[in-house]
């Protein structure tokens, strides 16, 4: 929404100020998804910015919101995604690893729990069924 007219004042951007709240907030609620809040988040940081530069009023006010909760979305996105890839074992990470996967009874949970512990730096016994 360009321009929309409310009484005498003219607001500009008000559609991309309410896209960037709402982004804003579902980067934050996305964040712990392995990085998946990074994406609405940069949007949300893009359209608030558009927003708080041309916008007037609430949509200015809404910009501003949606700025700020897109920046925060990506900050945490960021650390969630950086302490996952801390607990990948990169030394056990190779193509030969990697490829004994076809030796793997799919139907035995102990076979492949075995497998994918070479490739954590933490116990994750318990964790697959």
């Not at 960037?20 to 910015?49: D, H, K, N």
Request: with cysteine; proline share 2%; net charge negative.
């Amino acid at each position: 929404m360009e321009y929309q007219i409310q009484g005498n004042k003219t607001v500009k951007r008000q559609g991309l100020a309410i896209a960037s709240l709402v982004l804003g907030g579902l980067s934050l609620l996305c964040c712990w998804a392995y990085g998946l809040g990074i994406i609405p988040g940069l949007i949300a940081v893009i359209f608030g910015v558009i927003s708080v530069i041309s916008g007037e009023g609430r949509a200015r006010i809404m910009g501003a919101i949606g700025l700020v909760l897109g920046v925060v979305g990506i900050v945490m996105a960021l650390v969630v995604l950086m302490y996952f890839i801390s607990l990948i074992n990169w030394d056990n990470v190779t193509l030969y690893n990697l490829s004994q996967i076809q030796y793997i009874d799919p139907d035995d949970p102990h076979q492949i729990e075995q497998w994918l512990q070479q490739f954590f730096k933490m116990d994750i016994s318990g964790m697959v069924n």
